[in-house]
């Protein structure tokens, strides 16, 4: 008997991975979004996003360059 695996399936960091260099929308505990391009990322998920915003109602709210979010406070991750 084989065993097959599912190929669609990956593992969290190395969907992070895919999305360096892009544009990833990224929702905070407390409900705060921000936007921008991810630079790097490590084993904990903190980010550096470079050209982020913090976005109100899906709209730019303030430009903030280049920020560091820890890990521990992202809620989700989604490539835009």
Same mark, same amino acid.
């Given at each position: 008997? *084989?065993? =097959? #695996?599912?190929? $669609? *399936?990956?593992?969290?960091?190395? +969907?992070?991975?895919?999305?360096? $260099? *892009? =544009? !990833?929308?990224? @929702?905070? #505990? ?5 936007? &921008?391009?991810? #630079? ?7 980010? +550096? ?8 109602? &899906? @709209? ?5 360059? /280049? !920020?560091?979010?820890?890990?521990? $406070? /992202? !809620?989700?991750?989604?490539? !835009?």
């Amino acid at each position: 008997m *084989t065993v =097959q #695996k599912n190929l $669609n *399936t990956s593992r969290p960091l190395d +969907v992070l991975g895919k999305s360096l $260099n *892009t =544009q !990833v929308l990224i @929702e905070l #505990k407390g409900g705060r979004e921000f936007r &921008g391009l991810l #630079k790097s990322f490590d084993m904990h998920m903190n980010l +550096v996003l470079n050209e982020a915003e913090e976005l109100e109602g &899906g @709209e730019t709210s303030k430009r903030l360059g /280049i !920020v560091l979010i820890r890990g521990d $406070n /992202i !809620v989700y991750i989604s490539p !835009v």
